[in-house]
């Protein structure tokens, strides 16, 4: 079920790329290294640039999150606290803003840690349906010609086709 979307990308990525495929194919002459070059093409021009922007977010994210960072936020916390008292009138006792403050900085450390473990998660799970999408991708280009004969015996949509389909609905 997880797969489904990486088998759908690979058969898309396969059906979009066959023309470049069969370019190299005229020139080299082989399928496994035409489909190579597809995929090396694929990967530099797709998967490339969305990994490169996940480990931007990535590190975007913990660099945000550090202690420091959240250590920085006492201070803006404690004049809100000074702010509420002073200007507002409204006491809160000291022992309570500073659990409170203990307890924020905590909830947003527990909630950095469970983000960058499920980011580290989704990142090896991309690379896994990357790779899964490829390797389709691979062995679909290689029988290229069989693959586009049965998709077409299976799914006939050429213009009188779809005149009849359209007909009979």
């Given at each position: 079920d997880d797969f489904l979307p990486s088998i759908a990308a690979g058969c898309v990525l396969a059906y979009i790329f066959n023309p470049v495929y069969l370019y190299f194919l005229k020139i080299t002459k082989r399928s496994s290294i035409s489909s190579l070059i597809v995929i090396i093409i694929t990967v530099t021009l797709i998967l490339v640039p969305i990994?490169?922007?996940?480990?931007?977010?990535?590190?975007?994210?913990?660099?945000?999150?550090?202690?420091?960072?959240?250590?920085?936020?006492?201070?803006?916390?404690?004049?809100?606290?000074?702010?509420?008292r002073d200007k507002l009138g409204i006491q809160i006792s000291d022992r309570y803003s500073t659990d409170l403050i203990i307890k924020a900085i905590t909830s947003v450390q527990d909630f950095v840690t469970i983000v960058a473990t499920k980011m580290i998660f989704s990142f090896t799970k991309f690379l896994l349906y990357a790779f899964l999408s490829l390797f389709l991708m691979y062995y679909l280009m290689i029988n290229s010609h069989r693959v586009l004969e049965t998709f077409g015996q299976y799914f006939p949509l050429s213009y009188r086709n779809i005149n009849v389909l359209f007909s009979e609905s």
């Open positions: 990994t490169l922007i996940i480990l931007s977010i990535q590190e975007q994210i913990q660099t945000f999150f550090t202690k420091q960072t959240i250590a920085q936020l006492q201070e803006p916390v404690q004049n809100l606290y000074h702010f509420i």
